[in-house]
């Protein structure tokens, strides 16, 4: 573990096992220096154990981040959950997930990420005090937070394209979006709204059929979206779409969306950045839905504060891509000094 290439110092990393239900679990806390670490839980069918701790680590790590850029009093943290989510699911699941977290006593909080359901996480919350993105009742429970982490990476997305095209205005702007699950779908309802012209990929046929009746984008292929002639590429399902292999293949001018991980490493930044590519880094543009997760975790949910943190948010993001272009510093490398600069100064 300590010789792991995605350990970055830590804190704790958790392997939960509950044979009656099956669940298979990692929660890995990278960071609680600006409060209990929160962050959603993946649920995905991984092909080993050490794919899934490498996700694990990367993911708990860019948490710490994304929380200290989105200025809310949470460290860094992430639950996956090994499983296929169309298939695997069961309450006694996530009964048994609940428990896991509650065990942590409050240095973990968890919420909703890919393959998971405001629905799910009420059945973890039979077992855990511990858990946000709840749904909305009895004026408890703030609900999915997809819908403002897509929110989020729409008014990130204007910025960048303000950088890159001189304009924020997004109509007739071509812009091909990867993923149409959660946040992927509410975000080509604004762009669509904007005038933009979509392309749009996923692997769930329904999902891509159902997104472009409602907005009138183009279908391509799950391979192909990387080839497309558009201004904008938005990644918006899974980590490391920006490789070596990928980045020949674009023609776009802007990277923009709300995947975690977008970059397959750090010193993709630096690639990208010298083909002429603005990077708005992954984990400053999509934190709209923790910073919304953060509100209800408060306990007085308000969401005019958390429109004015996603409108910092987006502040901070046009700030760090500005300072790269100022200094000639890949936008990934300004994001990662500004955030462990915010993580070390809140450590006593
Ligand atoms: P989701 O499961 O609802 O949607 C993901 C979609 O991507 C699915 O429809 C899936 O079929 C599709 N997909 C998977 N692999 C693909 C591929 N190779 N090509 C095309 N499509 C593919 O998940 P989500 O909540 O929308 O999250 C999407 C991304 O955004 C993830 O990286 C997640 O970590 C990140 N994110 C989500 C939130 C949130 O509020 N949900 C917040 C911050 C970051």
């Known amino acids: ?80 959950i090994w499983g296929n989510s169309k298939t695997d699911k069961t309450d006694g699941l996530f009964e048994a997930f609940g428990r896991a977290v509650e065990s942590l006593a409050g240095r973990y909080y968890t919420a909703e990420d890919v393959g998971i359901d405001p629905e799910d996480i009420e059945i973890a919350a039979r077992q855990t005090r511990y858990a946000g993105g709840r749904i909305k009742q009895d004026g408890c429970g703030s609900g999915d937070p997809s819908p403002v982490t897509a929110r989020g990476v729409f008014l990130g997305l204007q910025t960048a394209a303000d950088l890159a095209f001189g304009t924020p205005d997004l109509n007739n702007r071509t812009i091909a979006v990867q993923g149409v699950g959660s946040v992927g779908g509410y975000l080509c309802h604004y762009l669509a709204e904007a005038g933009a012209k979509l392309y749009i990929c996923d692997m769930d046929e329904d999902a891509v059929q159902h997104i472009a009746k409602n907005t009138g984008a183009e279908i391509v292929s799950v391979d192909d979206i ?77 969401p005019d504060w958390v429109e004015q943190k996603v409108q910092t948010m987006v502040e901070t993001l046009r700030s760090v891509m500005e300072e790269s272009q100022a200094n000639h510093e890949p936008t990934n490398l300004v994001a990662d000094r500004i955030a462990r600069a915010r993580i070390a100064a809140a450590k006593p």
């Open 226 to 302: 990387y080839d497309v002639d558009a201004d904008i590429f938005s990644p918006n399902a899974l980590g490391a779409v920006l490789n070596p292999e990928t980045l020949p293949r674009l023609k776009v001018k802007v990277v923009a969306g709300g995947a975690n991980n977008q970059l397959s490493t750090s010193e993709m930044g630096a690639k990208v950045r010298d083909v002429g590519i603005l990077y708005a880094p992954d984990y400053v543009i999509n934190g709209g839905g923790i910073i919304n997760v953060a509100g209800e975790l408060s306990g007085k949910y308000s």
């Open 1 to 80: 573990m300590f010789d792991h290439a995605s350990y970055d110092n830590h804190e704790d990393v958790h392997l939960f096992h509950d044979e009656d239900s099956g669940l298979k679990c990692i929660i890995a806390i990278h960071s609680t220096a600006l409060g209990p670490s929160a962050g959603g839980t993946r649920m995905w069918d991984y092909k080993s154990g050490a794919d899934m701790l490498t996700d694990s680590l990367r993911l708990s790590q860019g948490m710490s981040y994304k929380n200290a850029m989105a200025g809310i009093p949470h460290g860094g943290g992430k639950a996956v």
